[in-house]
C-alpha cells in the first residue's frame, strides 16, 4: 500500500539512477524547463555534487547500524516525493534545485531535503551557501528565510521564459558556530559521495539548472 501525505513519515537519500523517472515526472510538475534526461545523467556523475531524493513511508531515524541499514533498504522501495541538489564550487556550497511533489508540499519534506544539504555543505567545509530564486515565488523565499538565507543581490530579467528577475540569497553567517548550532548541522562523518564530473564543468549545468530554480 501506497503511504498519503496525512500518514506517511519521509526519508531523505542520496539520488540514484533508478530514481529518475520519479525524479523527472516531479521536476515537469514543477518548473516551466525541466531538465533533460542527460542532465540528471550527467549531476549523478558529477563528483562534486550532492543530490538528494525524499522518499514517503521511510521510518524515523532507528539507533543500530543494523536497523539504520534496513531502514535504508527499505527506503530504496518507498515512493519519490522530491528532489533537492547542490554543487560544491571551492568553498562555496550552490543550491541547484529542490521540489516537491504538489500533493506532498507543506509537509515538511522541502524543509528536509534542505537541512541534508545544509549537512553535507558542511561535511564538504563550506564557508558559504548561495541559491537564486525569483522574485515571485515568495513559498520558496519562506523556505530559504527559515534556514537563514538573505537577500545579498538580484539578478535583471534572469529568467529566460518570462524574464523575471532572480533574488540571490545566501546563508553568510553558515560557519558561525550559533548558527551551526542552533540547526543542529555539525559536520558528519559521512564520505563525500564518489560521483564522475570535476567542478570545473559546471558553467553549463549550472546555468540551467539557476534557470529550472523556480516556481
Ligand atoms: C519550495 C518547495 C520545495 C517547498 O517544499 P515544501 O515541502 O512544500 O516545504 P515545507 O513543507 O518543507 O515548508 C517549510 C517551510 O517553508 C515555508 N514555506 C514552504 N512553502 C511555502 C508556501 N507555499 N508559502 C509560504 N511559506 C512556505 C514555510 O516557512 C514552511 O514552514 P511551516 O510549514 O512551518 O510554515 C515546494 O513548494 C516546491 O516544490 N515548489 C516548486 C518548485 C520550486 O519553486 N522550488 C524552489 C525553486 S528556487
Not at 525541466?34 to 545523467?41: D, V
Not at 564557508?127 to 525569483?134: K, P
Request: net charge positive.
Amino acid at each position: 500500500m501506497h503511504p498519503t501525505p496525512a500518514s506517511a513519515s519521509i526519508g531523505v537519500r542520496p539520488m540514484r539512477l533508478s530514481d529518475l523517472p520519479s525524479v523527472m515526472a516531479i521536476d515537469r510538475q514543477s518548473f516551466p524547463r525541466p531538465w533533460p534526461l542527460e542532465a540528471w545523467l550527467s549531476e549523478l556523475q558529477n563528483t562534486a555534487a550532492h543530490f538528494v531524493v525524499a522518499c514517503a513511508g521511510a521510518p524515523p531515524a532507528p539507533h543500530s547500524w543494523l536497523r539504520r541499514w534496513l531502514a535504508r533498504s527499505r527506503q530504496s522501495n518507498m515512493p519519490v516525493v522530491g528532489f533537492a541538489g547542490m554543487w560544491m564550487m571551492t568553498d562555496e556550497a550552490h543550491i541547484a534545485t529542490i521540489a516537491v511533489d504538489p500533493a506532498w508540499r507543506r509537509r515538511g519534506v522541502g524543509e528536509q531535503m534542505l537541512r541534508e544539504l545544509l549537512r553535507q555543505a558542511t561535511a564538504r567545509h563550506a564557508t558559504t551557501v548561495t541559491l537564486e530564486v525569483r522574485v515571485s515565488n515568495v513559498g520558496a523565499q519562506a523556505l530559504y528565510r527559515k534556514y537563514g538565507f538573505e537577500v545579498v543581490g538580484q539578478r535583471k530579467a534572469y529568467y529566460q521564459d518570462n524574464r523575471e528577475d532572480a533574488l540571490i540569497m545566501t546563508i553568510t553567517r553558515f560557519t558561525d558556530p550559533s548558527y551551526q548550532e542552533q540547526l543542529g548541522l555539525s559536520a558528519r562523518a559521512d564520505a563525500p559521495r564518489s560521483l564522475g564530473m570535476s567542478a570545473s564543468d559546471h558553467s553549463s549545468d549550472a546555468e540551467s539548472a539557476i534557470n529550472n530554480c523556480a516556481l
